[in-house]
Structure formats: C-alpha cells, structure tokens
C-alpha cells in the first residue's frame, strides 16, 4: 500500500462494517441517557443538553469541519512539527494493550486497562468548538466520555486541587521524541475544578468512528474552552496533585503559555494577535472570523475565574 492510499484512508473503511454499526447503537443508546442525565436541574431545564446539540451554542455559526481536514492537519509533535506529516507518521504507534496508570492523591490509585474505563463510562457524542493557539479552529464531532466520570472512579482526596496528564513515552515509534523539541514526555494540567466541570471530555472516537492515531488514540483529553494544546492526546497517565503541575509548552516557553491557556481574544500571544481565527477546511483566502472569550464557552465557564486577573494568568 502506497503512502498516499494509507494517508487517505478513513478509519470506517477499515472497521468491520458490524462492529462500526454495533459501536453506533451503543452510542445512541447512551445519548438517551446521557441527555437525561442533563435535565434535573431548573438551569438545564432552560437549555438543551449538551449532547443532543449538533449546532448551535457550542459551534456556533460555523458548520462540523470535514473529516479529511481534521484528519490531515493535526498538531502531534512526538512525530513531527508538520501538521500534515502525523497522519502518516502516527499509524505506526503502538496502542494495543493500553493501560492508564493512576496514582497520587486518590483512594483507588492503580494501573486501569482501557478497557475496563471504557466498560465504566458509556459513550456519548459532543460536537464542539476546537481553538489552536495558532489561530485556526474546527468544530469536531468527538464520541467519548466527561472526564468528571473517569476521574470520579479514582475517587480523588481533598487534597487533589489539580489533575495532571502524561502522553505515552514511545521513541521507537515517535521519532519526535528521540529529539529535544519538547520535554517529552509530554504532559498537561487541569485544575481539579475545571477538570470536573461537565464540557471536559475524554475523547475515544470521533464522526463516528475510532479515533484516529493522529488525533491521539486511543484517548485524549478535549477542553473545549482552551486553546489546543491542552487537550492531550494518548494519554497513559493520570496524576492528582496538591500543588500546580508543570505542563510541556510552559516548561518549553513559559514567557508564551501559561497553566490556564483560556482561549481569550483579548491577551495577543507575544508573537502574534489571538483575536481572529482561520477556519480550518475554508481555504486560505476564506475570510476569518473572531476569536470568542472561552472560545465561546464563556456561559459555561467564566464562572471558574472569578475574581482572577486573565491577562496575569495566561
Ligand atoms: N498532545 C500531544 N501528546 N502532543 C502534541 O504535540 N499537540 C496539541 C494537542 N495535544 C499535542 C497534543 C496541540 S498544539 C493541539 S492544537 C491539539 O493537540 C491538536 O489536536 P488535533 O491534532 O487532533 O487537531
């Protein structure tokens, strides 16, 4: 198989049609009761339930980005800084078995095969906004799970204020990682609140379909409210902690990205405007459109910085 066949393969052509469409009934099983789950309280009951909104509130006036495009333009610097070279380039990670370690300040600290999270946490979709600090955006239809439920198993301690994340460390298949581009392993944070907070998700599939190598199968962290760099991709540990975590781009250059990294079109990177985005599958010559505070989120989450000074903590 030629390169190029490989780099245009959708995953649903190589997942036994069977299995895709028993995957698929699951998944709308669980809509149904996800979405229920959603409607008890009296400021719910006003708004639609976050799965069962396709468009809308949460990506806005811009429509589901294409496959292809999503597919063909990741960021993934365990394998390369080309955005379009991982699509190749990750299909020879290693993701079966897999196993996510827990440890830190949790009560059920342990090694958890992904198949047992995944037994534990039924799938749902959520179609959300997707900011990059590099100011293009999608709108991504992903299928997994609330990181609150994942992380709620753990049963975290009181003492647990932060959450942080560790990608797989794999050199043999990630050649980004044989050089110093970042510190690998790579890893990101959360604190414990906005790791709880009901749009964090954990991301095992998207468009209805397994997620693919270059998206960060098999799962990885989705924070839609943040910029990109956040949502971690083959994630193989999962630490509670007192104290604030280091994460791989602050350490890398923590003049350019702080802990929080909330999309806000307000604070300019140092080496560039965040106050406009580019959408990805548009065309080049397409015109951009503007960048919202939390990436248009900010109903849902400004409530977590009250009282913080935003351009103090980046
Ligand atoms: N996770 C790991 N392990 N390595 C990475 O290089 N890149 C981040 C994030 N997660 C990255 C990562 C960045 S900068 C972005 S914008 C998103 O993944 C991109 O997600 P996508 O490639 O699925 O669009």
Redo the contacts with the bound molecule.
Sequence with gaps: MSLFRLASIKNSEITPREIFQARRKIIKASLGFTAAAFLPTAANAEKKPFETVPVGPYSGDFPVTDYED?THY?????FTTNKTGSTVLAQALKTKPWQVEVSGEVDKPGVYHLEDILKQNPLQERIYR?R???AWS?VVPWIGFPLADMLKAFKPTSRAKFVEFT?VYQPENMPGQRNKSLDWP?TEGLRIDEAMHPLSFIATGMYDDELPK???APL?LVVPWKY??K????IVKIRFTETMPQTAWNKAAPDEYGFYANVNPNVPHPRWSQARERILGAGLFASKRDTEMFNGYAEYVAPLYKGMDLSKYI
């Design positions: 999503v990741t960021n993934y610097y365990e997707f990059c600090v590099e999608m990608t790579y270059q998206n960060g990885r990109g760099f949502s971690i991709k083959a």
